[in-house]
Structures are given as structure tokens and as C-alpha cells.
């Protein structure tokens, strides 16, 4: 037995060192209910996971760039709705102005509603959605739309309502061709122009419903995607409660073992001394 150099003591003592640190790493596991405490517990994992959870947020923000293009597309929709009613009420009052029991009088109260659903229409393609405009004039007016964490885009097509092209637009229909149904003749040419353009609206509304499925769909495959993302974050950083308070258990145990036997390794150099005395 010596007394200079206690080793039982410093090897319990290195122990109770290693008992203590598996102890609190092992409760800040359990408090944050992470397992990557500190970089030294995964590296690897740590960067994997950063990477996971930044393109979990770049996708949220997709998201919320898909729901408001679904309420652009949406408001659209809505005026498109409201435009049909007003060509289909224009096609009524020709009809009726048509009809040769009517006098021009007659014709020419019908033209004072005309002209007011003309200006109408004619003021809904001025419409806009917070500033951005709903309905282009250009044939090749785009909106770009995020579709993915990588910011890539797909062009979303603007309607043309105001396109005074005949096969395309509406404008044609409060042309000076299309300004009035004060008379029979005049009826007749504007119920030919306003059948183009419930026609045009037609397709115009078709375009609209698929732009509306392909963000309906994007915004479905982004919700997905980020589950997965989510999944694989937890799986890499999330703790295992149940495993985790084995461990701390077996922690707590060990450090409250090695304090008893550091105290008795410390009692063993005065156990010599009484050797000598």
C-alpha cells in the first residue's frame, strides 16, 4: 500500500469524470429533445439536418407564393364568372332587339343596358390582384410562379381579355362594330360578335382551371415533399425518449456508484497511516 500516489482514487476519479459528462450530455438530450447537442455528437448528421430544415423552410415559403397565386388565379376566375353574365344577358338583349315587333325606341332602351355591360366588361380588364394587373393585353404576358425550393418557376399564362383580336380577346364586342343594337341590322352584328366572344371566354376560362390544377397539384407535391424532409430531420436529430432515459438512468447510477467510491478511495492512504502509528 502506498501513500504518495493514490491511483484506485484517480482512476475513480476519472470515472466519476466520464459518468458526469455522459450524465449531462445525456439530460440536455432529454431537455431539448434533440440527440445533436453539439457538433462533436454527429457532424455529418448535424450539416444533413441544416440542409433539411433550410429547404423545409424555403418550401414553406413556396407554399405560401402557391397560395397566393391560387387567389390571383382564383380572383380571375371570379370576374370571368361575372363577364359570362354579361355576355350572356348582351346575347339576350340582341335577341330581343331583333325581334320586329320592337321599334327603334324600344331598341334604343335595349342599347342603354348593352352599353353599360360593355363598359363593364371594359372596366374588369383593368382589374388588378394587390397592384399586379389580372388581365394582359399581350399575347405572351407571363407570371412566374415558385414551384420548388430551388426558386424554378413556371410561367402562369395572363388572360387577354382586353385583346381586341377577334379570336382571342373581347374587346371586339363594345367596338364601334359592336357599339349598339339600336336597330335590327346592328343586333344582328353584335349577337355574331358577342357568340366570338363567349366562345373566346370560354377558352379563356379553360386556361384559367388548368392554371388553377397545376398550382392545386404543386402545392400538394411541396406539402409532400416537406413530410419527408420533416421525417428525415427527426430521424436524424430527433431523441429516442424512451432509449435516452435508460441511458440517464445508467448515468446517474454510475456517477452516484463512482462519488461513493471516490470517497473510498481517498479513506484508503489514512487507512496506512494507522499502519504506522
Known sequence: MVINTNTAA???ARSLAWSTTALSKSLARLSSGSKITSPEDDAAGLAQSMRFEA????NQAVKSNLGNAVSFVQTQDGFLQKVQASLDRM??????????????????NYSVEFRQLQNY???????DFNGVTLFSTAGTATLGVTIDSNAATFGLSLVELTSTVATTGLAHIYTAATSAITTSTSAASA???????IQNLA???ANVGANLQRLNLTDDQVAIYNENLSAATSRIKDVDVAEESTRYAKANILVQSGTAM????NVMPASA?????
Open 91 to 108: 346575347s339576350e338583349l340582341s335577341v330581343l332587339s331583333q325581334d320586329i315587333t320592337k321599334t327603334n325606341t324600344d331598341r334604343s
Open 121 to 127: 366588361i371594359s372596366d374588369i380588364g383593368q382589374k
Open 273 to 277: 497511516l494507522q499502519l504506522i502509528g
Open 10 to 12: 484517480m482512476a475513480s
Open 203 to 205: 377558352d379563356m376560362r
Open 55 to 58: 429547404q423545409i423552410n424555403r
Open 191 to 197: 349577337l355574331s360578335n358577342i357568340q366570338t366572344a
Open 262 to 265: 471516490l470517497a473510498q478511495a
